[in-house]
C-alpha cells in the first residue's frame, strides 16, 4: 500500500504497522544479556521496550477498544512494571508476545469505525485518537530502542 495517496483509515493502521515494525527490531541481532541490558537509570531495557508496548498495545486495544477489564487481561496495575523481565523472558516469547498482541489489535480495530468511542481516564476518545496515540507512543519507544541498540553494538567494539 502506498501511504502517500492512503485513505485516513489505512494511513493510520499503516504508520502504526510501521511503529509496530520499528519495536520488534529492537531485538534483531541482540543476544540475551544485551537484550537484557540496562543502560539507563530507568528500568528501560530493550526487552523491556518490548515487553512494554505489548502492555501498550493491550491496554489500548484489548482493554480500552475491546472493552475488556485490565484485570481479566491480567495486565499489570503500573505503567513501570510493564517493563519487568521475568526469569522465563527471552528474546523469542517477549517478541512473540508483541506480535501476537499486535495481530490482536488489528482485528479489534477492524471491528470498529475511526468515529468510535472508548473509555480513557481522561473521557471518551475515538478510535482515531487511539490510533495517533499508540503511533507516536510507539514511535517514541522505537527511539529509545533505537539509542539502546547503538550503546549495545559500540560496547560490542570495545
Sequence with gaps: MNLHVATERELLEGLLDVQRAEIARILDD?????????????????????????????????SRVAG????????????????????DDTIENVRQAFLDACA?????????????????????????????HMIAELARHAGHGDILVEQIREARRD
Excluded at 42 to 55: D, E, I, N, Q
Design 30 to 62: 541482540a543476544d540475551e544479556a544485551e537484550a537484557r541490558s540496562r543502560l539507563v537509570p530507568s528500568l528501560t531495557t530493550p526487552m523491556g521496550l518490548v515487553k512494554h508496548a505489548t502492555f501498550v498495545e493491550r491496554i489500548w486495544f484489548h
Design 68 to 87: 475488556v477489564p485490565r484485570q481479566k487481561l491480567g495486565l499489570p496495575d503500573t505503567v513501570d512494571e510493564s517493563f519487568v523481565l521475568t526469569d
Design 104 to 132: 490482536r489489535s488489528r482485528t479489534i480495530a477492524a471491528e470498529h469505525e475511526l468515529e468510535d468511542e472508548c473509555m480513557w481516564h481522561q473521557g471518551p476518545v475515538n478510535l482515531r485518537f487511539v490510533y495517533g
